[in-house]
């Protein structure tokens, strides 16, 4: 017998895995943080015996190294893949024992699409195929993006995603299941995963790599993609070079002079508290990113890469989660953090800032004559598909970079449910302006009665 247990990054949308039998086990695209993965074989009572990486991941800093080394595991990395440390480099067909007693092999298959060097891994037992593990190739209703390599290569890599799905498809019964890293929220992803579970049979009814001919999947596939994380840029070079172990102790504790002196020398301090809470209260200049949020995406994305950031929490709980979160993304040590209340990170006489939050029908009762500036800050894809008329629209990771395109006057800033409006809010609010956060569904900005200009086909 066989286990296959899933352990789940909700933050950056992916998933990594823990697969073998009785007494040893293979783990699968592992995340920095590989205490996780430690924990998961220790439950099981199996001995880690081989970490593989089916690509140097762009989107995350990887724990494969340190996971082989903490269990004296073989590194398996494809061949193709420049790295700077010692591994077993791995070529398409390449095998592996998994578990021998339970007849546990793990096989390679070249994928290359994602990067040119992806490689998927079938997990075999006595020779049948009971998994796939497909990292950025083949996902849950689509493919992981070809654009992350190199903008001269992306044409020449969809194309390989294309061949490289229906070479698993081809080669694999119905019923195997797929075990995709990427796909569940990652922007790895070419297009938003349809479904938690998925096989190669129902990859074959829904996935448009296999349903579409190369050249009609290609201009389809290259026409969606949107922008790319700014941090991404930083991911692959650091997972080539060999990821060092992760620091989770605490940060230093800022007090309210502190806090202060870090916000005058132009340092970011970013509040981790839910928007309501932020909204109703906090220290002028801070900005607001959830840490139930999609925190390390976010704020990875705007923050210029190696400026310091400072965290407020409100308990040490939710400020170790988010350290666990950053350093998943490479933002290892923030340079001071505070937990409590915002009356505790101002200093003595100093009133919090604010700005109000509101409703699309709040926004629709202003009337069609309103005087303000309505900024849509989600993505291209999403605005195309409707948006509110005479709205200015600047995505959320391009606004700190862009606040003087704001116009002048009252700004209601609106996303599609209110995450990325607070952290737009607390932007505009940190550069002196006068904001109102939608904290709403836009599906409610038609029953609000807002005139939706239409959609561009």
Known sequence: MFFIDTIEIPGLGNRHYLAGGAGTA???????????????????????????????????????????????????VPAGARVSFDRVPVHDG????????????????????????????????????????TGGSLLIGTVGRPDLVEPRLTEELARAQHASAHRLATALPDETPVLPTHGFGSFCSSAQAQGEATTIGREKRVNDALAKDVEEFVRELLAGLEDVPAYY?????????????????????????????????????????????????????????????QLATYL???????????????SPGQLAAAQRELVRVGLDRPAAAATGEVGQWLR?????????????????????GRDVVVLDVRRHSERAAGHIAGSVHIPVHTVHQRLDEVPPGRVWVHCAGGMRAAIAASLLDAAGREVVAVDDSFDNAVAAGLTLAPAVP
């Open 300 to 314: 990875a994305w705007l923050i210029p890469w190696g400026k310091p950031v400072t965290l407020l929490a409100e």
């Open 94 to 133: 390449d095998t592996v024992d998994v578990d021998t007693g339970a007849g546990l092999r793990l096989r390679a298959v070249a994928t290359p699409g994602h990067t040119p060097h992806h490689t998927a891994y079938v997990l075999e037992e006595t020779g049948r195929p009971v998994a796939a593990f």
């Open 26 to 76: 293979v783990a699968v695209d592992p995340p920095r943080d590989v205490d996780q993965v430690l924990s998961a074989a220790a439950r099981r009572g199996v001995r880690i015996t081989h970490v593989v990486e089916t690509h140097v991941h762009n989107d995350y800093v990887t724990g494969g190294l340190e996971l082989a080394r903490l269990t004296g595991a073989r590194y398996l």
């Open 233 to 293: 840029a930083h991911m692959g070079p650091a997972n080539a070079r060999g990821p060092a172990p992760v620091d989770l102790t605490p940060p230093a504790v800022a007090d309210a002079e502190e806090i202060a002196r870090r916000l005058t020398a132009g340092e970011w301090v970013v509040d981790l508290r839910n928007r309501v809470a932020f909204a109703a209260g906090h220290v002028a200049g801070s900005f607001n990113f959830e840490a139930d949020g």
């Open 348 to 368: 003595p006489g100093a009133e919090p800032a604010a700005f109000p939050r509101a409703t699309f029908a709040e926004l629709g009762a202003l009337g069609p």
